[in-house]
T-cell receptor
Framework: EAEVAQSPRYKITEKSQAVAFWCDPI?????LYWYRQILGQGPELLVQFQDESVVDDSQLPKDRFSAERLKGVDSTLKIQPAELGDSAMYLCASSSAAGSEQYFGPGTRLTVT | GQNIDQPTEMTATEGAIVQINCTYQTSGFNGLFWYQQHAGEAPTFLSYNVLDGLEEKGRFSSFLSRSKGYSYLLLKELQMKDSASYLC?????????FGAGTTVTVRA
């Protein structure tokens, strides 16, 4: 069964450092999502791509976060500089079309010290 | 945005039934999803409702009333492996917003 791949699974970094996460969606899925999930809360959408274009980044803290999906396949989310409050699970999901069922990757657990 | 409310925690006994309620306020509603999330893992899809009524899938059923802004997830014949967080997610204008989740603990 096809799955969404993410790496790394765990990342510990010091504040003010740069960190990057990678996501490879299910083959053929045009829509890709990055979510942040703080412990005890539901996932919060950071950015949504349709192919290589950003369609929603209203909740992305653009002063420190950036995301790209250059060829419309895999995607990278970057944080620079990391802050203590960025400690969370970062989830990537994909769907065949915007609004259809989303499939989640295993997530990257980020700890900022 | 969407206001999505669900209870924080529920506890039930193995073999019992538990009902998790979700209420929402939104414009442009076009579907409601339920996801299961075990601790430290990614959410996995359980069910989807877009029309009023009950959708049944094995031990899990989900109900939707669009006029009341209300849904519930029914878990029957509870098993220990059902201990997890259950997330209600509302789709509006093809964007998904999640509730905070209900942590269900199944006791022997």
């Amino acid at each position: 069964e096809a799955e969404v791949a993410q790496s790394p699974r765990y990342k510990i970094t010091e504040k003010s450092q740069a960190v990057a996460f990678w996501c490879d969606p299910i083959s053929g899925h045009a829509t890709l999502y990055w979510y942040r999930q703080i412990l005890g809360q539901g996932p919060e959408l950071l950015v949504q791509f349709q192919d290589e274009s950003v369609v929603d980044d209203s909740q992305l803290p653009k002063d420190r976060f950036s995301a790209e999906r250059l060829k419309g396949v895999d995607s990278t989310l970057k944080i620079q500089p990391a802050e203590l409050g960025d400690s969370a699970m970062y989830l990537c999901a994909s769907s065949s079309a915007a609004g259809s069922e989303q499939y989640f990757g295993p997530g990257t657990r980020l700890t900022v010290t | 945005g969407q206001n999505i409310d669900q209870p924080t925690e529920m506890t039930a006994t193995e073999g019992a039934i538990v009902q998790i309620n979700c209420t929402y306020q939104t414009s442009g509603f076009n579907g409601l999803f339920w996801y299961q999330q075990h601790a430290g893992e990614a959410p996995t899809f359980l069910s989807y409702n877009v029309l009023d009524g009950l959708e049944e899938k094995g031990r899990f059923s989900s109900f939707l009333s669009r006029s009341k802004g209300y849904s519930y997830l029914l878990l029957k014949e509870l098993q220990m492996k059902d201990s997890a967080s259950y997330l209600c997610a509302v789709r509006a204008d093809y964007k998904l917003s999640f509730g905070a989740g209900t942590t269900v603990t199944v006791r022997a």
